[in-house]
Nanobody, 115 residues
Framework: QVQLAESGGGLVQAGGSLRLSCAPSGRTYSIRSMAWYRQAPGEQRELVAW???????NYADSVKGRFTIFRDNAKNKAYLQMNNLKPEETAIYYC?????????WGQGTQVTVSS
């Protein structure tokens, strides 16, 4: 099993920045891809950014050029650097890992962007 602990959420003004962290524990040796999703109230959960074990990345069109996902493979930690945040990006942000075919989710961290 893999457990995930997210941190770094909070309240920020529009145009500001936040860095989210995801710290796995447990069977971390089995982790392959990692990703960040978000879910706003009344909306479906959506992919924000994804990174493979080899460092390949993919982003939602809405965040390209503003968000960066990266990982520390030695620690199996994943990060999401978010710049120029917009009020409509207020949501709960979830860390996701694929561990040898099993999917694991964190409990989420709240990001609130004020206008």
């Amino acid at each position: 099993q893999v457990q995930l602990a997210e941190s770094g959420g909070g309240l920020v003004q529009a145009g500001g920045s936040l860095r989210l962290s995801c710290a796995p524990s447990g069977r971390t040796y089995s982790i392959r891809s990692m990703a960040w999703y978000r879910q706003a109230p009344g909306e479906q959960r959506e992919l924000v950014a994804w990174i493979s074990s080899g460092g390949n990345t993919n982003y939602a069109d809405s965040v390209k050029g503003r968000f960066t996902i990266f990982r520390d493979n030695a620690k199996n930690k994943a990060y999401l650097q978010m710049n120029n945040l917009k009020p409509e990006e207020t949501a709960i942000y979830y860390c996701y890992v694929n561990s040898l075919g099993s999917v694991h989710w964190g409990q989420g961290t709240q990001v609130t962007v004020s206008s």
